[in-house]
């Protein structure tokens, strides 16, 4: 199965900062079907980009996704409060589908 | 407006079987996979499995052995059983709607979550 390792494991920034999260496959990731999740306590995940770089419906312009083979990066170009939360990133190419083990992002 | 609602027991002794229903309301139900999610604080998310309307299944080989998704499109509903549950099955467990897929290429993935279960595994 193919491991997704993220880093880092918790950035700690404030409103307004750029951020930008790394996930490594241990395998090349199929036709880049690479998405990303947040996820706030309580709440299920809700999914950001799928394929890797397209926004899901109602996900605004500041979440963006790129990366392809075994290297992907979601950026958040203007953290707003609402965005501090957990990051998740899943490979669905190849099963099973691989979850990383996340990355928090905490208000400095 | 896509919505998925799911129940089934919280509390369950080990060697029983969970049992958790998804119904699904809005949006088509035919050409998507439905899958089941579960997260705990050891493993963090962990991909169960997923059903297709036409009866195809794709399990997660750490759970094969003792999982089933079946989907009932007249309810428009999908389930999961897992059974010989232990305390390493203690986790929130999630449905989604899974992938969708046009001429081969997958368009869509997990975009709709259900409000997520907790199933505690305790003698």
């Known amino acids: 199965e193919i491991v997704l390792t993220q880093s880092p494991g918790t950035l700690s920034l404030s409103p307004g900062e750029g951020v930008t999260l790394s996930c490594r496959a241990s395998?090349?990731?199929?036709?880049?079907?690479l998405a990303w999740y947040q996820r706030k306590p309580g709440q299920a995940p809700r999914l950001l980009i799928y394929?890797?770089?397209n926004r899901a419906t109602g996900i605004p312009d500041r979440f963006s996704g790129s990366g392809s083979g075994t290297d992907f990066t979601l950026t958040i170009s203007r953290l707003e409060p609402e965005d501090f939360a957990v990051y998740y990133c899943q490979q669905y190419g190849s099963s099973p589908y691989t979850f990383g083990q996340g990355t928090k992002l905490e208000i400095k | 407006q896509v919505q998925l609602q799911q129940w089934g027991a919280g509390l369950l002794k080990p060697s029983e079987t969970l049992s958790l229903t998804c119904v699904v309301y809005?949006?088509?139900?035919?050409?998507?996979?439905w899958s089941w999610i579960r997260q705990t604080p050891e493993k963090g998310l962990e991909w169960i499995g997923e059903?297709?309307?036409?009866?195809?299944?794709n399990y997660n080989p750490s759970l094969k052995s003792r999982v089933t998704i079946s989907v009932d499109t007249s309810k428009n509903q999908f389930s999961l059983k897992l059974s010989s549950v232990t305390a390493a099955d203690t986790a929130v467990y999630y449905c989604a709607r899974g992938r969708y897929s046009v001429r081969g290429i997958i368009i869509s993935i997990n975009d709709y979550w259900g409000q997520g279960t907790l199933v505690t595994v305790s003698s």
């Open positions: 394929g890797a770089s």
């Open positions: 395998q090349s990731v199929t036709s880049r079907y």
């Open positions: 809005g949006g088509s139900f035919s050409g998507y996979y």
């Open positions: 059903g297709h309307h036409s009866g195809s299944t």
